[in-house]
């Protein structure tokens, strides 16, 4: 499903990531876990080209692009192929609740308005905003500006879901109602990479866990062996220091 060989970025003279090679199944839930600018956002958002890599070749569902000689209509192609869920949201601000899932019907999928409004209702009664179609972002909590992300992800109907961070915005109370729904949509056989810090969650719906720092990928294996008995030294620490908070 997702195949990722020898990805390489600079920003300027900074390596931040070093030769990646990652797979994932199809239907498969892998976290990936770090410290704070180990490199993992990084990596999300070079597998669907938001970062174009500096070398090395992305591949999901057959479709493989080489970075380095990638033509826009690569890069479309790939992009196509995920949903991502951002940690800032990323909803417009003028456009109301049911515009903001829409939109990508429309724009990039090319439905017609009638049908596209039809999913996109649905789409936001599966995430329990049935009652929020007429709000606009400004009118709704962050919880539920994120929970607007994630119905828009899912009315692209993509071949994987990638969510880069989306609790870190919200307040405390409030990040149960967006993990709650990311494990339903989990639990309905999508192929997801998500970058947490939340590990409780990561350990609860991942099939894999990823541990990355300074670019690298550390380790890497089911939840129940990297959390109960990690084979690296600096995984163990984190996860220790981690969860003891």
């Known amino acids: 499903m997702i195949k990722v060989e020898n990805i390489h970025k600079y920003f300027d003279q900074q390596h931040v990531l070093k030769g990646i090679n990652l797979s994932v199944k199809k239907g498969e839930v892998v976290s990936i876990l770090g410290p704070s600018g180990s490199g993992k956002s990084t990596l999300l958002r070079c597998i669907n080209f938001l970062e174009s890599p500096t070398s090395g070749i992305v591949e999901i569902n057959g479709k493989k692009v080489n970075s380095e000689s990638a033509s826009k209509k690569d890069i479309l192609d790939v992009r196509t ?38 999913k996109s209702i649905e789409i936001l009664e599966k995430v329990g905003l049935q009652n929020r179609l007429n709000h606009y972002p400004v009118q709704l909590s962050g919880g539920q500006q994120q929970r607007v992300g994630i119905a ?28 709650t729904v ?41 939840a129940e062996q990297i959390f109960s008995n990690p084979s690296v030294e600096r995984t163990k620490k984190f996860l220790s220091k981690v969860l003891r908070k």
């Open 81 to 118: 192929l995920t949903g991502m869920v951002f940690q800032q949201y990323n909803l417009f601000k003028n456009l109301t609740v049911l515009q903001n899932v829409m939109i990508g019907l429309t724009s990039v999928k090319r439905i017609n308005p009638v049908e596209a409004k039809k």
């Open 152 to 179: 828009r992800a899912l009315a692209l109907n993509p071949e994987v879901l990638l969510f880069d961070e989306p609790t870190s915005s919200l307040d405390p109370e409030l990040v149960d109602e967006v993990l």
């Open 182 to 222: 990311i494990k339903d949509v989990a639990n309905e056989g999508n192929t997801m990479l998500i970058v947490t810090h939340e590990l409780n969650f990561a350990r609860e719906i991942s099939d894999r866990i990823i541990f990355m720092e300074d670019g690298l990928i550390l380790e890497e294996g089911s």
